[in-house]
């Protein structure tokens, strides 16, 4: 079955430190690909997306995520983090040909200290 | 206009009463969605509606029906609903398939008493 393994549940990191969150999938196909940023009580924000391509795309706030088919991941990078970056962060697989369905991760939730 | 709206935000009910959720969206997109997440969980899937039909139900409980009544607008009816279903209930659109993602709206935090 489609699976999406978000291994960090909590990442801290210094503002102004880097950081990489993790993701890895299962899936029978090279799968659509999705990062996705929410704030408490609020709904998500797509950070960035593949599905073909240059295997590195650039998101919006400063994110990039690089596809590596041998390894299943599609992991999410910031060269400097700040502050307001804090949030949790859903990796999800996109469906086609289940109606356009995402299955997301568990999320990771990233805090940031000063 | 590049937005999800949903309303209300938030939305207290007892087990016996009838409440409606409302989204809308003037995006021109033809696919939309009715997800649940629950607390420190990630969003499921409920229901999918692409060109105004119903085209994936979850097994999702009677007790919620969605309704799409135009291209713009999905409802999603709430009757005889448990203290379990609380939870906020998020709602999406995309413009046909997954090329662009989802836009998701801000949510409704529903609670169940």
């Known amino acids: 079955a489609q699976s999406v393994t978000q291994p960090d549940i909590h990442i801290t990191v210094s503002e102004g430190a880097s950081l990489e969150l993790r993701c890895n999938y299962s899936?029978?196909?090279?799968?659509?690909l999705f990062w996705y940023v929410q704030s408490p009580g609020q709904g998500l924000q797509l950070l960035l997306k593949?599905?073909?391509?240059?295997?590195l795309v650039q998101g919006i706030k400063g994110f990039e995520a690089e596809f590596k088919r041998s390894q299943s991941s599609f992991n999410l990078r910031k060269p400097s983090v700040h502050w307001s970056d804090a949030a949790e962060y859903f990796c999800?697989?996109?469906?086609?040909?289940?109606?356009?369905?995402?299955?997301f991760g568990a999320g990771t939730i990233l805090r940031v200290k000063s | 206009d590049t937005e999800v709206t949903q309303t209300p935000k938030h939305l207290v009910m007892g087990m016996t009463n009838k409440k409606s959720l409302k989204c809308e969206q003037h995006m021109g997109h033809r696919a939309m969605y009715w997800y649940k997440q629950k607390a420190k969980k990630p969003p499921e899937l409920m229901f999918v509606?692409?060109?105004?039909?119903?085209?994936i139900n979850e097994s999702v409980p009677s007790r919620f029906s969605p309704e799409c009544p135009n291209s713009s607008l999905l409802n999603l009816h709430l009757h005889a609903l448990q203290p379990e279903d609380s939870a906020l209930y998020l709602c999406?659109?995309?413009?046909?398939?997954?090329?662009?993602?989802?836009?998701f709206g801000s949510g409704t935090r529903l609670t169940v008493v």
């Open positions: 509606y692409s060109y105004e039909k119903l085209s």
């Open positions: 999800a697989v996109g469906l086609m040909e289940y109606g356009n369905k995402l299955v």
């Open positions: 899936y029978g196909a090279t799968p659509y």
């Open positions: 593949y599905f073909s391509g240059d295997t």
């Open positions: 999406a659109s995309s413009l046909r398939d997954l090329s662009d993602g989802y836009t």
